[in-house]
């Protein structure tokens, strides 16, 4: 299993190995201490949103799924009861651009227009769809006070097994999967993953790395529930303990080609989701190097913004970085842009009809950083600046691909003393 994470991550020039290695050694302790602090660890978010897809009656009655909110009073002061805009406006070093104005999904049938147009308006259309942000938002956070929102601490609530599984996760997957991927008989990434060679061969290159992200998220959630499993030893049961650590079991299942032929396949997905948001990090550096980390603490929002820029300096040496100006080159792409950016902005609303408030939240995390990597990643200009919680989400979902990645040498270790070929 482990000699196949030697290979090229595919669709980029890089290593596994390499990848493994700047992460485990450089980018991993880095980010762990990062995310300890106050602006990256308290999240607004709202975990009482209704489905909006379908009536979604199933709800996780494990006592792992339960979400522990704040107290007001332990947010810091500078965060606290304020409201998202001005919240966002400690991030802005002006005012709000237009283009965040634009209300995300307003483009819905723009797709269809282009094809309409006579040549001069097409190239009026492309001209202008350049410019217009709204077609770049690939994420909508429901963080307004006025709505079910509280502030969670995302230390105090960190992912791990939950016990969420069967037909109700099953159903979230799948959705993902056939209806907010591109289905059809050449392309479809079916849960079997049995298409997942004719992918590879035949799609587009743009379809091939949508559908890649999106299964490198879900190796990463599957990856931290085998490394953070509850583990009841008798001893446990008779004083009531907890005991959470890797699952050689479970990982074995999920990954191990004797028992699941795609695993190695999704394995190497996890480092491609991986490089793509180290590459938007890059990318983004010098807006994130502006950004203001605002938590009301002047002396702890330097040492944040001088880890962040450590952090930055590190990922900018990184030699082999994926390379988006290798998609949507042609111009009659820009239909395609913008049906992924429904599809993913879909995929991010489908996270209310999970019924696991724990992995709501860190679905709901993990999608919305994957959208803030997305909008770098193809704004053909860079914003003006990133609100809080797209910062605060981006670094947060690298630093769980981060963690997988660097659980995979705990499991290369367990596996070889088990016997199992590593
Ligand atoms: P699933 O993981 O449910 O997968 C369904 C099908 O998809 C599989 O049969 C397989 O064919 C295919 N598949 C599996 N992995 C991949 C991949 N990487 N790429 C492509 N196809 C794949 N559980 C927890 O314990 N803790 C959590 O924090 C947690 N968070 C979750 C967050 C979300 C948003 C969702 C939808 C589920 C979450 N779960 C969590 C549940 C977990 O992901 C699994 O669904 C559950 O453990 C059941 O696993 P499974 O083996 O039945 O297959």
Not at 44 to 56: H, I, M, S
Not at 210 to 232: Q, V
Request: net charge negative.
């Amino acid at each position: 299993c482990f000699k196949l994470l030697n290979g090229p991550v595919d669709d980029c020039a890089c290593e596994l190995k390499s990848v493994a290695e700047f992460n485990n050694r450089i980018l991993y302790p880095r980010l762990q201490a990062l995310l300890k602090r106050n602006y990256f660890r308290y999240v607004r978010v709202n975990l009482k949103a209704q489905c909006p897809f379908w009536e979604a009656n199933w709800l996780c009655a494990m006592r792992h799924c339960h979400v522990d909110g704040c107290q007001n009073d332990e947010v810091p002061p500078g965060m606290r009861d304020v409201k998202s805009m001005s919240d966002d406006a400690a991030n802005c070093p002006s005012s709000q651009s237009a283009g965040d104005q634009v209300p995300a999904g307003s483009d819905s049938n723009l797709g269809e227009l282009d094809e309409t147009l006579s040549p001069t308006s097409q190239a009026a259309f492309v001209k202008w769809s350049d410019h217009d942000d709204s077609l770049l938002q690939f994420c909508e956070w429901d963080d307004d006070i006025g709505n079910s929102s509280q502030y969670v601490d995302l230390l105090r609530n960190p992912e791990r097994y939950t016990g969420y599984r069967g037909e109700a996760a099953h159903k979230i997957w799948r959705s993902i999967y056939e209806e907010n991927c591109f289905n059809d008989p050449a392309s479809a990434l079916l849960p079997g993953g049995a298409q997942m060679r004719t992918v590879a061969q035949s799609q587009c290159l743009e379809i091939r790395v949508y559908h890649r992200l999106i299964s490198g998220l879900h190796t990463s959630i599957n990856t931290h529930l085998s490394h953070k499993y509850l583990l009841l030893g008798p001893q446990d049961r008779l004083m009531g303990t907890q005991n959470w650590g890797p699952n050689v079991t479970e990982f074995l299942v999920r990954f191990h080609p004797e028992f699941e032929p795609q695993g190695p396949v999704r394995l190497k997905n996890l480092h491609f989701t991986f490089l793509a948001e180290l590459r938007a990090l890059a990318k983004a550096a010098p807006v994130l190097r502006r950004a203001k980390f605002f938590t009301g603490s002047e002396s702890d929002d330097a040492e944040v913004a001088q880890l962040v820029s450590d952090i930055l300096d590190q990922v900018e040496q990184f030699p082999d970085h994926f390379d988006e100006s290798q998609l949507f080159r042609e111009r009659d792409k820009i239909r395609l842009k913008s049906e992924i950016r429904e599809k993913f902005f879909n995929i991010t609303r489908i996270m209310d009809c999970v019924g696991c408030d724990k992995c709501r939240l860190w679905g709901k995390v993990q999608t919305a950083g994957l959208g803030t990597a997305l909008k770098v990643l193809f704004s053909p200009n860079l914003p003006q600046y990133l609100r809080r919680h797209e910062i605060v989400t981006l670094f947060n979902a690298l630093g769980r691909l981060s963690e997988s990645i660097y659980s995979l040498e705990e499991f290369k270790g367990l596996l070889s003393s088990n016997g199992w070929a590593a």
